[in-house]
């Protein structure tokens, strides 16, 4: 099993790409931030404590920005609480939504952003805010900051 899910995060993990840029930030392993240099965008690659290797991509500079600034902000916290959201994406073109401590089976979205309108949604009729964290296919957690 390789530690990469495919060649372009690992031609990105290992600094071989032509056209991405590279800086980390330390506290989940290791996280690698790359803008593309002519064009909008880039990515974010992370490495967990077991060394497998993810890339998640941002269409826009400012969404990459943004998702970069937040990771650094939310490293201090790094499991969920029972009352947290979890945003399961097993990359087969749709997502699962559940609440950590919850029986119930998970809301099902076919992409991100439905399933975060849905939580806004849901969390706006509940008058409740707690935190909500996508899950990686290794089973790590990223919070992500939610505006109210």
Request: glycine share 8%; with cysteine; proline share 3%.
């Amino acid at each position: 099993m390789s530690k990469f899910p495919d060649k372009k995060t690992r031609k990105l993990y290992m600094g071989t790409s032509d056209d991405e840029v590279g800086s980390s930030s330390e506290g989940i392993g290791w996280a690698g931030l790359y803008f593309k240099r002519k064009r909008q965008g880039g990515h974010i690659i992370v490495e967990n404590c077991d060394g497998f290797v993810e890339r998640f991509t941002y269409e826009t500079t400012e969404a990459l920005s943004e998702a970069w600034a937040q990771m650094e902000r939310t490293l201090d916290r790094s499991e969920p609480e029972e009352e947290d959201w979890l945003i399961f994406e097993p990359g087969k073109g749709f997502i699962y939504v559940s609440q950590k401590g919850s029986t119930t089976a998970p809301e099902q979205f076919s992409g991100r952003d439905e399933a975060l309108a849905w939580l806004k949604e849901r969390m706006a009729q509940d008058s409740f805010f707690p935190d909500v964290w996508v899950v990686t296919e290794r089973g790590d957690h990223l919070r992500l900051e939610m505006a109210q």
